[in-house]
């Protein structure tokens, strides 16, 4: 395994999150893309496909990657120096919305100008039913602490504010005269039966409870869903004389 000093990660153009799918289709795509036949026999191109395959071979092999990993954090572990006042550091991370439902685990980086190594490195692990706006301690290499607050990242369906989440439904004008059932996916994709009123207007919210984001003293807030319909399209007849 060649050493931590070259990121393998980089080398494919991935996070240290990625998974074995992400790495093998990197992989294919860059190993096309650099391989020597393609790019005349350059000796550029011959390294960076010497350093492709360690990469591919380092981070495809789970064992492998595990002590690879390892190295990589022991690395950026940061150099005290002596009568240093421990710090405390800050940093704020963005969640995927079903990731305070599920919870997750990732790498966080800070930077110290104290730290003559340079980043440092954690791991963060966020339990299920976390809350937005959470923050999370972790303890430092070289001591002092780590607050990590864990925010809300932008979705496309939903828009959150605190545990409450909101998404549009559209309808047709003839189930906003009669009322009836429609359906709407949850954070996690489940479907969801929702009661529309007979004459329901556009814009009105239906609140459905226990959907939206954990709360941070327990249970969930709610999914407010806006109806949106088109009007009805009112058509005139002309007279010929």
């Not at 607050?149 to 932008?154: F, G, Q, S, Y």
Request: net charge positive; aromatic share 4%.
């Amino acid at each position: 395994m060649g050493s931590a000093a070259t990121d393998h990660y980089a080398t494919l153009g991935l996070d240290r999150r990625c998974g074995e799918a992400e790495i093998r289709k990197a992989y294919r795509l860059l190993a096309k893309q650099l391989h020597p036949d393609v790019n005349g026999g350059s000796a550029h191109s011959v390294a960076q496909t010497q350093r492709l395959n360690e990469a591919h071979e380092t981070l495809s092999d789970p064992t492998r990657r595990e002590r690879y990993d390892r190295e990589l954090r022991e690395q950026t572990k940061p150099v005290v120096r002596p009568g240093r006042a421990p710090i405390k550091l800050a940093k704020e991370v963005h969640l995927r919305l079903e990731e305070f439902l599920r919870g997750t685990r990732l790498e966080v980086r800070v930077d110290d100008p104290g730290n003559e190594v340079g980043p440092e490195t954690y791991e963060l692990v966020v339990p299920a039913g976390t809350a937005p706006g959470t923050r999370i301690k972790l303890a430092r290499d070289g001591g002092g602490t780590l607050v990590v607050r864990v925010m809300a990242r932008p979705d496309f369906r939903f828009k959150a504010r605190g545990s409450d989440l909101r998404c549009d439904l559209k309808i047709s004008f003839q189930r906003a005269q009669q009322g009836g059932t429609e359906t709407v996916r949850n954070v996690l994709g489940s479907f969801l039966r929702i009661q529309i009123p007979p004459n329901v207007a556009r814009g009105e919210t239906i609140r459905i409870a226990g959907e939206g984001l954990p709360k941070s003293r327990g249970g969930r807030g709610d999914l407010l869903v806006r109806i949106l319909h088109q009007p009805k399209i009112q058509f005139h007849r002309t007279h010929r004389r």
